[in-house]
């Protein structure tokens, strides 16, 4: 019933019927481009049609609004939150919104190739704000690098709740070993964003130098990711 819902709204109340002349987003795009069209126009593009009372416009300015005007807070939501929380906005509009910001997401993701270079902690948080930005739990992962600090790859290592996850050392090493890789970054995010290690993380650190170099591997930093460009590096902080 929920997206019979969503097709009928889209049927009943198309773009063009719902809002001012001056304000169509896909006139605008049209005739202006897409870099002329704000946030609130590509979401309505996405979008297509409002609710009852509410145009299409309103409703992704509200949305755009309740999630501080940023993506990657809006990605955070599930297909189910984001029907609950907003009238007009059922199973298919949700799943086409979340659709268009994992695409956005891997189009970020394909200037990291192969021959993609970490030369400092801002390099690494870029690479792994691609994969753990929108995160909603705790994840951590490894970057393995050659001797030129080249990315040989990048793996997820364990997922866990909001608050922490566990790594596994054994598990950690694994994939270091198999790329043959002569230094590895460990990353982990904060949901919080709060950029500042535990306890636990400053543990984990420690165990992963340790294995590292039983390997004839170095660990040369450990991230914690955040939103925002915050992050906290133990190599900058002269903590490892």
Not at 23 to 28: A, G, L, N, Q, V
Not at 144 to 152: E, F, G, I, Q, T
Not at 167 to 194: F, G, Q, R, W, Y
């Amino acid at each position: 019933m929920i997206q019979d819902y969503d097709v009928e709204y889209r049927r009943s109340r198309p773009l063009q019927q719902c809002v001012a002349e001056d304000d169509r987003p896909r006139e605008k795009a049209k005739q202006f481009g897409f870099k002329q069209c704000n946030d609130r126009d590509l979401l309505a593009l996405i979008i297509g049609s409002g609710s009852q009372g509410e145009n299409v416009l309103e409703l992704c300015q509200r949305i755009l609004d309740d999630h501080a005007g940023k993506y990657y807070n809006l990605a955070r939501n599930s297909i189910k939150d984001l029907v609950r929380k907003y009238r007009g906005i059922g199973e298919v509009k949700a799943i086409e919104i979340l659709a268009a910001l994992e695409l956005a997401r891997r189009y970020q993701l394909e200037r990291f190739d192969d021959e993609y270079q970490i030369t400092c902690s801002k390099d690494a948080y870029d690479l792994l704000w691609a994969k753990m930005g929108a995160l909603d739990h705790e994840e951590i992962w490894i970057v393995m690098l050659n001797r030129s600090k080249r990315v040989l790859g990048v793996e997820r290592i364990s997922a866990g709740g909001t608050t922490m996850t566990v790594a596994d050392i054994k598990m950690v090493m694994k994939p270091a070993i198999e790329h043959l890789a002569d230094s590895i970054i460990l990353a982990h995010n904060h949901p919080s964003d709060t950029a500042s290690p535990s306890m636990q993380d400053n543990t984990l650190t420690k165990k992963v130098a340790a294995a590292c170099n039983t390997m004839d591997m170095h660990l040369i930093d450990h991230i914690i990711v955040c939103r925002g460009g915050r992050y906290y590096s133990y190599n900058d902080e002269g903590a490892l």
